[in-house]
């Protein structure tokens, strides 16, 4: 399976990591590294952004998604303390202003490492590699555990695309080893972000410049064009389109696909053949909703309740993804598998 790579790989492994942009993605990895099993090896040798410390660490307390962190939370004279730990913490605009020597990752969740010469800065300072938490124009390679870690090779500047890139290649990856995909169509079922006004203004799209809270909003995705670029071979196959929702955390994928060829078996009975063991994508059985998923550390959990087949030739299956939770831990993964070269 295309996970085997990342599976041979997942020791623990010694690295130091510096998280660049301390919004929602660098606070949920720093959270995981502190709480969870994940952390163990990682050293968080320093963190830098714009925002002031007393807010970053005020925002670190208190998390409106996952709940205030599990112990003291304090903000130092250069540094965020956190229970015994103290993290230096800079706020450097250009990040090459930093002496990052010695450092194994640099985590760029500013959003802005668009350009070479922005994605290129903790390079320029000393660290060894750098993980784009987002689609870049500017990274070498994007990477997509559980769909394309094989090509990861030497590369330096790398992308983690985007969660619902992550939730759809390994998916299409599997089926279209084991089964063979025709064609097929996702629609991603998305919590608003950011990048959504809390009251009607300007955002470029029309519908995006709607209150994100109140309406559901039909958009773009960005996955359908990354999956091409994770997963060649099924660029023009599967074609993408977003709604985004009034819900704070958690996302969803329904994908309908067409087989090469019939199926043969019931589509929940092949699903857990071809993902068995799969650290990416999980299943339930429960008839969930939204909240449940939250903090699932998977890219996908597959909902074996909602899927549905017309015929032996076409299926509709649905999975739900934490686009938080999951995606950082796919960057601490990845961070790992990057080190460990």
Not at 160 to 182: F, K, M, Q, Y
Not at 230 to 250: D, E, L, Q, W
Request: neutral net charge; proline residues 6%.
């Amino acid at each position: 399976m295309a996970f085997r790579l990342w599976r041979t790989e997942r020791q623990v492994v010694v690295m130091r990591i510096v998280i660049n942009g301390f919004g929602r993605i660098g606070r949920t990895v720093l959270r995981q590294i502190l709480t969870l099993p994940d952390g163990q090896g990682v050293t968080i040798a320093a963190i830098n952004d714009i925002a002031p410390l007393e807010t970053c660490a005020y925002l670190f307390k208190y998390d409106s998604v996952f709940g205030p962190y599990p112990g003291p939370v304090d903000a130092g004279d250069a540094s965020l303390i956190i229970g015994d730990l103290e993290i230096p913490f800079s706020r450097e605009a250009d990040l090459s202003a930093l002496d990052l020597e010695g450092v194994d990752v640099v985590m760029e969740c500013t959003g802005k490492a668009d350009t070479g010469e922005i994605a290129r800065r903790g390079l320029d300072a000393g660290a060894a590699n750098i993980l784009i938490s987002g689609p870049s124009r500017a990274a070498e390679k994007t990477i997509v555990l559980g769909a394309n870690e094989e090509q990861l090779g030497k590369h330096r500047i790398v992308s983690n695309g985007s969660c619902t890139t992550n939730a759809l290649a390994p998916l299409l990856r599997g089926l279209d080893d084991a089964i063979g995909i025709g064609t097929g169509h996702m629609t991603t079922i998305h919590c608003y972000t950011g990048s959504q006004p809390m009251v009607d203004a300007p955002r470029g799209p029309l519908e995006r410049s709607r209150a994100g809270g109140v309406s559901m909003v039909p958009t773009t995705t960005s996955a359908t064009k990354l999956v091409g670029k994770v997963v060649p071979r099924m660029s023009g196959r599967i074609t993408g389109a977003a709604v985004r929702v009034p819900a704070i955390s958690v996302s969803a994928v329904d994908l309908t696909v067409t087989w090469e060829r019939p199926l043969g078996e019931p589509v929940n009975e092949m699903l857990q053949r071809v993902f068995a063991g799969s650290p990416v994508i999980g299943f339930t059985g429960d008839r969930v909703v939204s909240t449940d998923m939250r903090t699932r550390p998977e890219s996908l959990v597959i909902a074996l309740p909602e899927t549905l087949s017309a015929s032996d030739r076409q299926a509709r299956i649905f999975g739900w993804y934490d686009n938080e939770w999951g995606f950082s831990r796919r960057m601490i993964d990845m961070a790992r598998l990057m080190s460990a070269r």
